[in-house]
């Protein structure tokens, strides 16, 4: 009975360590304390998240910020991780990513001093910074870069979860293949998930096999296995998202569609070091270098200087206001093609 | 056509290995519901050990390894201990699942996805597609043709007649579920070692619950759960293949699960599990 007690308490023990030790990543020194929570894709995913913390991490670096970091397995966590920054004290809380939307409302109503702010999504509360991106602006030029480059006249949009963020960059990348040919078939599939490595990189073969040679991949972890297909096959390729993904498998990846989070994170955080409350909804776009495509180091060959000086132009264009991106399907129905600059 | 095919065994295999696992752990009287934490460590393992030596045979051998391991951890938690089955698999996934997250920053210095390692390569992955049905084959010869199988059988049927025929029902078990561990381990090295060449953090993505459901709807019988993780597969890859844009995607994504939901409604009520399934053995010596 003593060793069946003595057995379990040991497991319990070792589960609880196991299960904190996993989420909390903490670094000390400095004065004002920065606090971020992830989402469900969590640190690590090459993507979003990790973006995010690297502008963390440059707050700390730059801006001499305590900082600490809480990883969220689930939806389920998103509450009690923000509540938990928002009673220790922490000067400036980072929800990252859209789904923390309605806890963090409640959260920042029971903590009216505190100050935070959430990417990808709008909180209308006094004490929170909203940061959104237009996903449709890069991925715009995404696919014009795909329409340029594929030699099938056929590309992929491959996302995550069939949701209205992800939709931004579906209708953008197809609006974007449109402004260069609109005969170049589009595929779209959704993976159904962030996690599944496995049937990201199956779901790329099928792509692939459909006629697809480029598949734009939106789609955190499970874009790692889209890139993972593309090494295996000659003559195809990936179009990354979110970080920088061209060096996970150099003349693969033609280029990455950034968002810069951690630009983001680094601003906001810079501000609330600097005492400042937030100010309400930023929309970061193409000409505040919110979003855009990488410098190509590994593909230049590939594409090609014309099809680089083009993109050049349709991104011009689009600061201008001359292109306006869809970021809707419906929207992507009504567009039309502006004359090629 | 060939792709198709291809494709289902490819979403086939791991489901293959760890409902195998479950069959014999099953068989012999121990529930495993700790098969998803099983993938999960023998994918971390596998991919930890080729990341250390640089040999990718070596990492896969250690990942088999890991999975027998917490395959043990279970045994002795259902039999010397008699823990409730549910909890202890349960367990087994918390512990599985959260270390390795966690081993992630230990090994690789970032959490959520490990570096690339040394992978098995696509021909590793051919071999490991036949040698999941070869397993099969296998496991079912033993089960129900050798001497072995029948006293693994009798632990699962009524264990106080296996002890008092000679055999102990408490061992027979241990090595049922450590064995069946193995084999769930090598549903994950095939995902992370030959599928891909990393370990991401959630890459089992409920493979090893679908297992579960595979040994039920298979009616704990090697060939039918193969037969069913056959028939996961064949949606999947369907799924796959049909999604396009027009149709609500989530639709497509669920019809897999629809599909298994049907077929375990409709054929999983003629079966049987073993009478002694999850119920904690008191050897009368």
């Not at chain 1, 990513?97 to 109503?109: H, I, P, Q, T, Y």
């Not at chain 1, 498998?249 to 409350?277: E, I």
């Not at chain 1, 990488?294 to 600061?319: H, L, Q, S």
């Not at chain 2, 079912?140 to 006293?151: D, M, N, P, S, Y």
């Amino acid at each position: 009975m003593i060793a069946r007690a003595a057995f379990c308490l040991t497991s319990a023990l070792v589960a609880c360590c196991v299960v904190l030790g996993g989420c909390g990543r903490s670094t000390s020194q400095g004065k004002v304390k920065v606090g971020m929570v992830t989402d469900v894709g969590g640190l690590g995913d090459r993507s979003f998240n990790d973006s995010a913390y690297a502008g963390l991490v440059a707050c700390k670096s730059r801006a001499r910020a305590q900082i600490q970091v809480l990883q969220s397995k689930s939806a389920a966590d998103y509450q009690p991780n923000l509540t938990v920054l928002a009673t220790e004290r922490f000067a400036e809380i980072f929800a990252i990513g859209f789904l923390m939307n309605k806890d963090l409302s409640e959260v920042a109503r029971r903590f009216g001093d505190r100050s935070f702010a959430i990417v990808d999504a709008v909180v209308d509360a006094p004490n929170v910074e909203s940061v959104t991106f237009k996903e449709e602006d890069g991925s715009f030029l995404a696919g014009a870069l795909a329409a340029l480059v594929t030699k099938t006249k056929s590309v992929a949009f491959l996302g995550g979860m069939d949701i209205p963020l992800l939709r931004k960059f579906e209708a953008g990348f197809a609006a974007g293949t449109r402004e260069i040919d609109p005969t170049t078939k589009v595929l779209v599939k959704y993976v159904g998930s962030f996690d599944d490595v496995a049937a990201g990189k199956e779901l790329t073969g099928v792509l692939y096999d459909q006629g697809a040679d480029i598949v734009y991949a939106a789609a955190g972890k499970a874009g790692l296995g889209a890139i993972e297909e593309a090494k295996q096959r000659a003559g195809r390729y990936v179009i990354g998202v979110d970080s920088n993904q061209d060096g996970l498998a150099p003349g693969k990846v033609l280029t990455s569609m950034v968002k810069r989070v951690d630009n983001a994170v680094l601003r906001v955080c810079r501000d609330a070091v600097a005492g400042k409350r937030p100010s309400g909804h930023i929309v970061l776009g193409l000409a505040q270098d919110g979003v855009g495509l990488t410098d190509f180091r590994y593909t230049k060959i590939a594409i090609g200087e014309a099809n680089i000086a083009r993109i050049a132009r349709i991104r011009n264009a689009i600061v201008d206001g001359k292109i306006v991106p869809p970021s809707t399907r419906e929207e992507l129905e009504r567009f039309k093609p502006v004359p090629a600059p | 056509m060939i792709d198709f095919v291809w494709l289902t065994l490819i979403k086939a295999t791991p489901v293959i290995y760890a409902a195998l696992g479950g069959v014999l752990s099953e068989r012999s009287g121990v529930i495993n519901i700790g098969l998803e934490g099983m993938i999960a460590i023998g994918a971390f393992t596998g991919v930890c050990v080729s990341y250390a030596t640089g040999n990718a045979q070596a990492g896969a051998a250690a990942g088999v390894l890991a999975g027998a391991l917490l395959g043990a951890l279970l045994g002795i938690a259902a039999t010397r201990f008699r823990v409730e089955q549910i909890v202890a698999g349960t367990g087994i996934n918390l512990i599985a699942l959260g270390g390795a997250a966690y081993g992630l920053v230990v090994v690789f210095g970032q959490p959520g996805a490990s570096k690339q390692v040394a992978a098995l390569g696509t021909g590793g992955e051919t071999a490991m597609v036949v040698a999941a049905l070869v397993l099969a084959v296998l496991l079912h010869l033993f089960l129900f043709r050798t001497r072995g199988g029948l006293h693994v059988r009798a632990c699962g049927e009524n264990p106080r007649a296996a002890e008092v025929a000679g055999i102990d029902p408490l061992r027979v078990r241990l090595w049922a579920t450590a064995t069946g561990g193995a084999f769930a381990a090598l549903g994950g090295v095939f995902l992370a070692m030959a599928e891909l060449d990393l370990y991401s953090d959630g890459m089992s993505a409920g493979r090893g619950f679908i297992a579960l459901a595979a040994v039920i709807f298979g009616r704990w019988n090697p060939l039918g759960a193969t037969g069913a993780a056959l028939f996961f597969g064949a949606f999947s890859a369907l799924q796959y293949t049909l999604q396009r844009s027009g149709i609500p995607s989530e639709l497509m994504q669920a019809l897999p699960y629809v599909a298994a939901l049907v077929a375990l409604a409709g054929f999983a009520g003629r079966a049987r599990a073993p009478a002694a399934d999850g119920i904690p053995y008191v050897p009368v010596r």
